[in-house]
């Protein structure tokens, strides 16, 4: 059971991850080449894989109704597209903003000073941040798929 629920994670959230961290360490380093400033520093790291993260989770989750609706042979439409949008939002609504506004940037601030390696520590922030967010989303994720199936 477990190892079926780690695979499902992993396939659901690893790529957007891949991209997020991506995204995360591409942005606070562009900010770190304008900036000295380690809050703006820590922010646009953060922004960034907000980006990344969620631009990644919108596009699986729009490729799957399109494949869905392949098989019907109906277009994808507006009204599905704002139901993906409204279940994304309870799924990572809370936890993205108690991560993207706090505990990521917070993480990614810290971590660079306490390591004196900028690279390191907005990596070591960003895996400190993403544990924090997996446990609210995570949660979410499976409680929402508990309420769907009854």
């Not at 277009?75 to 409204?86: G, H, R």
Request: proline fraction near 3%.
């Amino acid at each position: 059971m477990i190892k079926h629920k780690l695979r499902e994670w992993l396939r659901r959230y690893l790529p957007a991850e891949i991209i997020g961290t991506l995204t995360a360490v591409g942005a606070a380093s562009l900010a770190h080449a304008f900036n000295d400033n380690l809050i703006v520093v820590a922010y646009a790291g953060s922004v960034g894989e907000a980006i990344g993260f969620y631009s990644t989770v919108l596009i699986q989750n729009i490729i799957i109704v399109v494949n869905k609706n392949r098989i019907g042979n109906t277009p994808f439409s507006f009204a599905q597209l704002t139901k993906i949008i409204a279940h994304l939002v309870i799924e990572f609504g809370p936890a993205g903003l108690i991560d993207g506004l706090l505990l990521r940037p917070f993480f990614m601030y810290l971590f660079p000073n306490l390591l004196k390696n900028f690279t390191l520590g907005i990596l070591v922030g960003k895996v400190a941040g993403d544990f924090t967010f997996y446990l609210l989303v995570i949660t979410s994720y499976e409680i929402k798929k508990k309420l769907k199936s009854t």
